[in-house]
Structure formats: structure tokens, C-alpha cells
């Protein structure tokens, strides 16, 4: 308990002169007036001599000589001391950085419940204690030093902590370009240590939000609350697991700033998050308004590690993954203007387990909702809601991608350019996606401009379309769907042969690298005379390049036979062309040719079955 009852702390250093023993306690009640909450306990050292009338701010560790040069040490009860007791003022106007610092060197635990702290310059702690981010906040304008590397710095490696909830509050004026701001440092920075703890920190209105660049393995973090104009959090370097339930990227402190707002943190270019280099990120959820997240390589390969959830809301909230190996549970997109996207894979391994997007509706972009670009992006199961009809949703374009079964609710009586999957390049695995029936519309759910190495499998079109190359190449296809071409005839040299038909039609589909098809040619021959060469028929449907064939004739009519002589189609392996060959006993005598297709001869008809086989 306390000797000696003392009004302020004020009074305690400016006029105490008492002649006590060592380990005297004098309790003071307020630190400039009588219940101002910085009053304490202060226990009488045996340093005498020193100049009289020092405060806290002035001496640090938290240590003030009275009138008469004695020294006396701050008390902490279970290790927590008010920041009132070194001086703060906290009235919002007062820059109390000098208290501020005076505390922070201490091994106590300095609490700022109830406080709005003003300050010019950078302050350090080693523990902070808080209550809500509302009502325990630092206050920052523009007088404060851009010079100095941070708003608030954290102080030790292995067990600097925030326990209970610290804000910042950073003045904006309300400008329109992004010079005009005012671009404050760092508003929380741990660099390089490791083990920090964080309950609930809220920036608002700053420029750059946390500095967790150098080796911050072992960050615990429930909450972190960021508004900031150029970049919200920065990861990279560390070593060891990095944890956090709750990382909210949405624009505090702007809300009431329409021109900040609308031309500055909407304009597309605003970083919620830069993940680099990460042994062990551990993200419960990410929840992000109109802002990226990045994955880079940074000073490694990037981060290692899963999200349980990615909530990517509004234009311009886009995943940019660049590097890392990484996993995320879900991830939800919206959207609300045309040149946007939800994901975009340029490097390293994304695998996204479910997802769900909505891109902007009836827009006119050519930027696909999730392109994967390099790297390996593998998409579970999900659903996408909107439909643009020059862009695809899913796409792509090099790299290798992965989409499973996924439900596509927009697209209804839409008039596509280009399909709602599209493979542009790269290796792609594509599984039973589910399109909305195409109503009045018209086009593609499916376009492929590059079949390597890929596995594309669609069993349910609603009335759409698909485009692939001529040519399938080293692609597996299951796409289920009957189409149809027109085929044609003709032969090597075709000279004045121009034949009139009455039915030229081949319907055909393709299944497991299969290409059945039925052709049915009917057809009335001009008075030719210059034909040369084999006969064919262009079947212009798509190719297996050095496929097998079994061909089997159904039908032949009013064409010439020689003595004894059959028929076999046969199929050229470069393009999609069927020969017919004479054969006489057993033995191929050559190609069917104008001698068989009389001239002037109405009603010649070829009816052939035959399934392509991939070799």
C-alpha cells in the first residue's frame, strides 16, 4: 500500500521535497489534475542527486525525480501501467509522442483503453493494451514526420504483443489524385520480428497499412482492419508459420472523401495485400472491397501455405497469384465493371477447393473472370453466375489449368462471341461443367484455339455450341454432343467436274478420342471431262492427325463397277478426307476415280459409317 498520498504526479515533481527512506511508495491521483487517470504508485530509489524536477517523458524507463533530485520508479500492478501516467494527455490536439515513447521503452504493458492519442511523430512500444479500435487510437494529420519510417513500431523480437483492439486515424484531405494524398508511412511495423501477437488493429485513412517484410514467422493475429490507399499489408521473409483468423481490406476512412474515394482507392491500382516469401501462411479468411491481393516470389518462391476463405467483393478486388504454393478453401468474386477479373495465375500453384463468381453482368469486356497464365491453377467445384458475352469466364491461356464440375447460371438468351470456357494455349483439364440452357441465344459455351496435351469433357450443352481445331492434336475429347458439316466431293484434279446435290450432309461426335460419324451424299453429275485422280470426300469435320479409321460402306448407288470388283473407303491421316479404293479378288487395284462416277448421272448416291481412332 502507499505511504503518502499525493494530488498530481505534476505536483509530485515539481515541489516534493520530503526527506523519505528509500522504497518510500507515493501514490499520486491524477498525473495534472485530481482523477485525469494518470495517476500512480511510485517507489523511492536509492539514486539521489540528479536534477530535480524531471518527468517521465524526459528521463524514459519510467523513472521521475522529484523537486529535491530524488529518483523514484513507476509501479505497475500485473505488469500494466496507463499511458497517462507518463504524461499523455490524449485530448486529440496535444502531440503526446514524447510520453508516448518515454512509455514505450519500458517492459510494462502500456494501456491506451479509452485514449485518443495525437501525435507528430513515430512512437515505439513493446506491448500495447487496448479496448476497441474506436476508442483506443492514435491520431496522425499532416504535420506529422513523413520522414520517419512508421506510425507505430513494435520493439521486440520474440513477444511484442497489441492485446484488445488500437486504431490509427490518419487525416486525408479530400483530393482527386494520388499525389495529393498525403502518404503517410507505415501505420503498424514489426519488421524482422518474430512471434508478434495482434488482437484488433484498425488503420484508417493511411497510406501504407502494415510492414510485416522480414522474418515475422510465428505472427499471431486475430484481426487486422485496413484502409489504406497504396498498399494494406506486406508479407515477406518469413520463416516460420505466419497466423491470422481475420484480414479486412475495405476503405476506412474514406467513406466520407468522394473524390479520395472514387478516384483514388476505386481506380484499380489499391493492394490489400503483397504476400511474398512465407513458410507457413495460415489465413482463416481474407476479406477484401475493390482491392488486390498479390503472391510473388519476393525473396524466395513465394508463400507456402492455405486460406480458409477469399472474398474478393467489387471491381478491381482481384487475386493476382504470381508465385507460392497455395490453397484456398473458397473464394467468392464480384464485380461491377467491365475490364475486371477474379483470378489471374501467372506462376506458381493455386488450388482454389470451391468457388463462386459473378462477373459483371451483360458486359462487353474481352478480360476473362479467371485465366490461368502460367503456373498451375486447379478450380474445384463452383458455380458462376453472370455471363459475358465477348469474354469468357474461365480461360485458359498457358501454364496448366484444372476445372471441375462447375454450374454456370448466366449466359440465358445471350448472343456469345466466344465460349464461357475458353482454351486459348497451355494444358488444360476440363470436367462435366453444367451451362445454363441457351434460351433464344446463340454461340459457344466452349472455344479451343490450341489442343495440347489437355482432357476436355462436356456431356450436358443445353442447345450450345462448341469450337476446336480441325486438327484435335494430343487433346483428349468427350464432348457428347451430336454436330453436323457438309461435306463435299471432288477430286486430285478437279477440272470442269461440278456436281449438283440433293442431300450432302455428316453428322458426328466425338467421345474419348473417338470420332464417329454418318455421311450422306446424293448428288448429279454435270457432263465433265477433264477430271483427273482419286475421288474424295472432304467429311470438314474435325481430325485425329495419324488416326486409324474403320469405315463400312452402307450404300452405293448408280456408280460404275468393274468385274469383280469391291469398294473400301479409306481415310487420309492429315486432314479429314475419306478415299475410296478399288479392290479385285482380295487384292487393291487402285482409287476410286472418275471412271466410277459416270458423268451426266442423276441420283449417284454414298452412304458411309466410320469412327475415327486416335493412333
Known sequence: SSNIKINTTQEFINSFKGNVSVGTIVETLGYTTVGDGGGAEWKKSSTTGQTPSRTPAQLANGLLNDGSGNQWQLLAKNNTV????????ADGITDDIAPCNAAG?????IDIIGLSIYITGKVNFKYLKGGTVKNSKFIVDGAFNLADDAIIRLTVNDGSYIEGGIGVECFQPDVSTRAEVIQYPWALDFQSLSR???????????????????????????TLEIGALN??????????????????FWPFGFTLLPNVLNDIYYDATTIGARIGKCDGLDIKTISTFRTKIIT???????????????????????LEFGAGHVSIASLYSTSGNDNDRAVVCTGGELNI?????????????????????????????????????NAPNFQCTSGKMVLMPTEFLGGLNTNR???????????????????????????????????????IDVDAWLGWDYSIPATLGTTTYNLSKVKSSTPTISFDTAGDFVPTYTTNTCSYVIKDNYIDFNLSLTFNTNAYTTTAGAMRIELNIPHVSGATVGVNMVEMSNVV???????????????????????????????????????????????????????
Open 417 to 455: 462471341t466466344i465460349g464461357f470456357i475458353n482454351q486459348a494455349g497451355g494444358r488444360f483439364t476440363l470436367v462435366k461443367p453444367r451451362f445454363r440452357d441457351i434460351g433464344s441465344g446463340s454461340g459457344n459455351a466452349l472455344t479451343v484455339s490450341a489442343s495440347t496435351w489437355s482432357s
Open 105 to 109: 521503452v519500458t517492459n510494462y504493458v
Open 82 to 89: 496507463s499511458a497517462k501516467a507518463f504524461g499523455v494527455v
Open 353 to 389: 477447393a470451391t468457388h463462386d463468381t459473378t462477373p459483371f453482368v451483360n458486359s462487353v469486356t474481352t478480360i476473362p473472370c479467371v485465366e490461368c497464365n502460367g503456373g498451375v491453377l486447379s478450380m474445384g467445384v463452383g458455380v458462376t453466375r453472370a455471363s459475358m458475352v
Open 196 to 222: 508478434v501477437t495482434i488482437g484488433h488493429f484498425r488503420c484508417s485513412g493511411t497510406w501504407n497499412g502494415v510492414n510485416a517484410l522480414g522474418n515475422t514467422g510465428g505472427t499471431k493475429i486475430d
Open 561 to 615: 463397277f468393274g468385274a469383280n470388283q469391291q469398294f473400301n473407303p479409306i481415310i487420309e491421316n492429315t486432314v479429314s478426307r475419306l478415299r475410296m479404293r478399288t479392290s479385285q479378288t482380295g487384292a487393291v487395284n487402285g482409287n476410286f476415280g472418275a471412271s466410277n462416277i459416270p458423268a451426266s448421272t442423276t441420283g449417284i448416291a454414298l452412304r458411309i459409317s466410320g469412327r475415327y481412332i486416335a493412333a
Open 296 to 318: 510473388e516470389a519476393g525473396t524466395g518462391i513465394g508463400p507456402f501455405g492455405n486460406i480458409g476463405a477469399l472474398q474478393l467483393d467489387g471491381s478491381y478486388s482481384v
Open 231 to 248: 498498399e494494406g499489408l506486406n508479407i515477406d521473409g518469413a520463416l516460420d508459420f505466419w497466423h491470422a483468423t481475420t484480414l479486412h
